[in-house]
């Protein structure tokens, strides 16, 4: 959940270089191309199960060398190098596992799927993760069925899909199909500092009338209610804004949106939010926080200078380096909008992210699937964990470690949740067209530049054109 | 076989750099034209040709005119601005000190504020955008908003106001690029013989006359390079942008540009076929400038 950097001017013209590369000197300027030419798509391998033996479901070849790719950003690398990859390792001596880690998922990994040489195990995450969808269309994705259908590590009576928390099933899918394993859990609301408020004597608001009572409490010693990062970081706001929209009339909202059905932006819901948000960014906000990124943005809430910041439980670790002894991250629920909002003070979104993928025509798909569930395992989820002091989608991997206060508070603040758990919005990997757009629009009305009502008809109309556009593939979801 | 052997001789030189050339300029240039054709992905086996399609939608879509528009104020303001500039800096470095000693001479100094003027020019252009990201910085920490809060004053979103940034940005190309063209212009100056300066400085011109009358008729070829190269330069801006403003040319598209389109629709909308249309698109308006602009400023040349 880290922003790579970006890219330079370099890198660009290596990228360029790329293609040019692929064609290869002497191929025909107009026959060989970037696109690879016309190979026929090799059946892909959707069934693994070539085994009984629940040691080794799959029947991995055990010599067979295994690639795995891993985006190296807020999680790093160490747990797949550290941890997964000796797991494999040790299950097959003979195997030998290249380990490649980048920032740059989409830029390294799309011309191998062009040529063919891709690595069978793919975290695809980050700003400039490859496209699913699309990837999907020419089978690239293996058929996780296998996996969630073999028996788990640690108790072969049980199946994977019995070990995972069942968002993993419902986020696997595309066109109908487990293709994807979304591996950590996340819990998103607003974010605080525990320590100030115990401090200042100040409780965590309820209402929305507490919320601008505290805003004015906070005004008057120099704090700011609430800020979100204006530059890369927008996003976090568009969330805030749509769970807040869930909040008040129910995970239809964004189910809607996500299935983009027919004025599923101008629901009354999605108004209210946007309208509450602009209030409190007219009202208590500081504009220069539309110029700053998610990094200044957080070191400015671990000076004390704003209270509350909308993002997820990754944010702990993330700052760790950063934060001051008297500072405690802790969850806060998004307080009530109206006095009759469809979910419950207490609500809060607790999601699965972090894509991996086994690529279906790799040299070792059932490696790769048997790598997937080694990391589904209890020790590779706890290791996990433990590395990255993030929560995996594994039931009770993370018993007995000894969890951040931030996470503590985000598990506290699940069980008084319930069954009140606001779902993610899913279009932002669909439609990441009208996602990015919804990023931009996001910062133009909390700003005042226009209003909500005005942001609602244009998020609208680009979920419209969107619908229309034949090209791109349409997803749907249920519940 | 005496024409033969020049040019082998020639030719052999020739092809090591021409083959390298077509692999990776003229191949990749028309593979675009062939792509822009095409509805590909990035990662289709088989990418479906959609005829001219993507440059009907192009002409429709508003995102690409605000790039535009966005051009052509980068295609006015960037060249006049730095050239102006640049001149002027090379005028005082090179003659602005008048007649000393033998022939004209500089400014007191200008052997340092030539060096100092190079200096951003070293820069890579991504430490130029980090520098001036903090320089810009919206809160009273950056420079000129730390300077501007010390004063009284409120602190300004150079970067995020929609009317301002692409002008905060515009700022910095020009302040990059005044370097070079200061060292340009002085090496022009340093062509034209110093009696034509001595002569009109007896006959009385002063310092604005021997600028307008003698060193710019004189200087016109290098100052047409100058423009050409600004702009082109004006139809990228890519990387400065993208680490200025941010890689959706914020703030509302205010600052967006067609490579940060191009990027945007190839590598994260995958809509690569869309974004050749549009690398074709700039293609033609760069070729168009650079023709229009040598063809309209041609003039016969003054011997020296």
């Known amino acids: 959940m880290t922003h790579p950097g970006e890219i330079t001017r370099r890198q660009l013209i290596r990228r360029a270089g790329l293609t040019a590369l692929i064609v290869g000197p002497g191929a025909g300027l107009l026959g060989g191309c970037a696109t690879g030419g ?96 699309a990837l999907a269309e020419q089978g690239h994705l293996a058929d996780l069925t296998a996996l969630f259908d073999a028996p788990s590590i640690d108790d072969p009576a049980r199946k994977v899909r019995d070990v995972v928390t069942p968002a993993v099933l419902d986020n696997a899918k595309i066109d109908g199909k487990d293709l994807v394993l979304n591996y950590t859990v996340s819990h998103r609301a607003l974010w605080y500092n525990a320590k ?99 990094t200044q943005t957080q070191v400015k809430q671990l000076q004390d200078k704003l209270l509350f910041y909308p993002v997820g439980s990754w944010i702990e670790n993330e700052m760790a380096k950063d934060k001051p002894d ?78 951040p206060p931030g996470l503590r508070s985000a598990a506290k603040a699940q069980d008084a949740a319930g069954q009140n ?59 | 076989m005496e024409r033969w052997r020049t040019y082998g001789f020639v030719a ?78 090379a005028f005082l470095l090179n003659l602005g000190g008048g007649a000393r000693g033998p022939g004209m001479a500089g400014v007191r100094g200008s052997a340092f504020y030539r060096v100092v003027f ?13 520098l001036f990201k903090a320089v810009y910085r919206p809160d009273e920490s950056g420079v000129i908003n730390g300077a501007l809060v010390r004063l009284g004053a409120d602190p300004v979103g150079w970067l995020i106001e929609p009317d301002l940034a692409l002008w905060s940005i515009i700022a910095v190309m020009v302040w990059q690029a005044v370097g070079f063209y200061v060292v340009l212009f002085s090496a ?13 400085a007896l006959d009385g011109a002063g310092r604005a006359r021997l600028f307008f009358s003698i060193t710019l008729p004189l200087l016109r070829d290098t100052v047409q390079v100058g423009w050409v190269y600004l702009g082109i330069a004006a139809f990228d801006g890519f990387a400065l942008i993208q680490v200025l403003a941010g890689d959706k040319g914020e703030p509302d598209g205010a600052t967006t540009v067609l490579p940060i389109e191009i990027w945007k629709n190839a590598f994260s909308y995958s809509k690569v076929g869309y974004a050749s249309a549009m690398g074709v698109a700039l293609f033609f308006l760069t070729v168009t400038f650079a023709v229009l602009t040598l063809r309209t400023t041609r003039r016969e040349r003054i011997d020296l």
């Open chain 1, 196 to 294: 100030l408020f115990a401090a200042k004597g100040w409780t965590v608001p309820k209402t929305w009338a507490e919320f601008t009572a505290l805003g004015d409490k906070a005004k008057a010693e120099g704090i700011l209610l609430f800020a979100y990062p204006g530059q890369k970081g927008p996003y976090y706001q568009l969330w805030n804004v749509l769970y807040t929209a869930a909040k008040i009339g129910g995970n239809q909202a964004i189910i809607d949106i996500d299935n983009l059905v027919d004025g599923a932006w101008k629901s009354e819901p999605v108004k209210q939010a946007v309208a509450a948000w602009a209030d409190i960014q007219a009202r208590y906000g500081d504009k220069a926080y539309f110029g700053l990124d998610h």
């Open chain 1, 326 to 403: 008297g500072f405690e991250y802790a969850i806060a629920p998004i307080p009530d909008v109206t006095a009759a909002d469809k979910m419950p003070y207490g609500a809060i979104q607790v999601g699965v992210g972090e894509n991996f993928f086994v690529a279906a025509r790799g040299k070792n798909p059932q490696g790769g699937l048997e790598y997937l569930r080694i990391m589904l395992s209890k020790d590779g989820a706890r290791g996990f964990t433990e590395k990255t002091q993030n929560l995996t989608v594994v039931n009770g991997a993370a018993e007995g470690l000894d969890l």
């Open chain 2, 188 to 200: 022009g100056m340093a062509a034209i013989p110093k009696d034509y300066f001595e002569a009109a």
């Open chain 1, 38 to 133: 016309g190979d026929e798509p090799a059946a892909p391998v959707t069934s693994a199960a070539g085994s009984a033996d629940p040691r080794n479901p799959f029947g991995v070849d055990a010599r067979k060398p295994l690639k795995v790719t891993i985006f190296s950003g807020g999680y790093g690398d160490a747990y797949a190098k550290e941890i997964h990859e000796p797991l494999y390792k040790k299950e097959f001596p003979g195997a030998a596992v290249e380990h490649d880690a980048t920032q740059q998922i989409s830029t390294q990994l799309r011309p191998l799927f062009v040529s063919g040489d891709v690595p069978d195990v793919v975290n695809n995450s980050g700003p400039q993760a490859l496209d699913l969808v």
């Open chain 2, 118 to 130: 190079f200096f951003p020019q070293v820069l890579a252009v991504a430490v130029v955008g980090v």
């Open chain 2, 12 to 89: 052999g030189f020739l092809a090591v750099p021409i083959v390298l050339y077509t692999v990776f300029v003229i191949s990749p240039y028309v593979q675009a034209f062939q792509i822009s054709l095409t509805d590909w992905n990035g990662i289709a086996a088989r990418p479906g040709y959609v005829g001219l399609d993507n440059f009907r939608r192009l002409l429709g879509d508003e995102v690409f005119w605000r790039a535009l528009r966005n051009h052509g104020i980068l295609l006015l303001v960037l060249p006049i601005a730095t050239i102006v500039i640049a001149l002027f800096f």
């Open chain 1, 421 to 479: 758990i606001i779902t993610d919005a899913r279009f932002e990997g669909w439609y990441k067209e009208l996602f990015d757009y919804g990023t931009e629009q996001i910062n133009v009305v909390m700003a005042g530049r226009i209003t909500p009502d005005e942001f609602c008809s244009r998020m609208q109309a680009k979920a419209d054109a969107i619908k229309k556009d034949g090209s791109v593939p349409k997803q749907t979801r249920g519940e």
